[in-house]
Every structure is written in C-alpha cells, then in structure tokens.
C-alpha cells in the first residue's frame, strides 16, 4: 500500500514562497499520478497541480489558477513530488494535500479519483 506524507507548509507574506514535499512509500510508484490538492475553510477540496511518476513520461498538469506561479516536480531517487509556490496570494490559503491515483485512472480534477491521501499541511498566506 503506497502511503503519502506531505511536509513545508506554513505562513508566508502575500508575493512569498513556500516549497511542499510528498513523501511516497509502497510498491510500484511509477504506477501513479500525484496530485496536489488543497481546501479552504468553507469550500470544496480543488485540485492544484499533478505530475505522472512515471520516468518515461513525467507530465505535469495545473489548475488555471495557479499557472506560472506554481511548479510540481518530482525526485524519483528520494521518491518525492515537490510543490514550488512563488508569488503566493491570500486565496492560496488552505490545507495542502498530496494524493495518488493510479496512472489514468480517473479525472485529476475530481478529488474523490484519488485513492491515496496524505495528512494534509497548512499553508497561509498573509496579506
């Protein structure tokens, strides 16, 4: 069973940068997307950004919203995905989760595709 734990959350001005970490155990990672997901208080889980572990491909994807400000990646050596935040905003608020799906499996953007969670971290960012 593949377990995911995230790390790096934390408060950070408005124009700041935060770097997530996903640490990943279990068999076959290459066999997963990994996606980061977030939620505010008071709204619907939403997809961020998700990266294919496969070596072969490594496909990036991101939500509109945070296009040319965040950047997923991936350490296959340390079996890590990574989400780089740059000029974050006060809408960035939530609790970040990383979360598995096995490669095509389902829809990125539909949260209850996911099969694999992790404990979620908190990311604020002040005004």
């Known amino acids: 069973q593949v377990q995911l734990v995230e790390s790096g959350g934390g408060l950070v001005q408005a124009g700041g940068s935060l770097r997530l970490s996903c640490a990943a155990s279990?068999?076959?990672?290459?066999?997963?997307?990994i996606g980061w997901l977030r939620q505010a208080p008071g709204t619907a889980r939403e997809f961020v950004a998700a990266i294919d572990w496969s070596a072969g491909t490594g496909t990036t994807y991101y939500a509109d919203s945070v296009k040319g400000r965040f950047t997923v990646s991936r350490d296959n050596a340390n079996d890590t995905v990574y989400l780089q935040m740059n000029n974050m905003k006060p809408e960035d608020t939530a609790v970040y989760y990383c979360?598995?799906?096995?490669?095509?499996?389902?829809?990125?953007?539909?949260?209850?595709?996911?099969?694999?969670w992790g404990q979620g971290t908190q990311v604020t960012v002040s005004s």
């Open positions: 279990g068999p076959f990672l290459t066999r997963y997307t």
């Open positions: 979360a598995g799906m096995l490669y095509g499996s389902g829809w990125l953007s539909r949260p209850n595709d996911y099969r694999i």
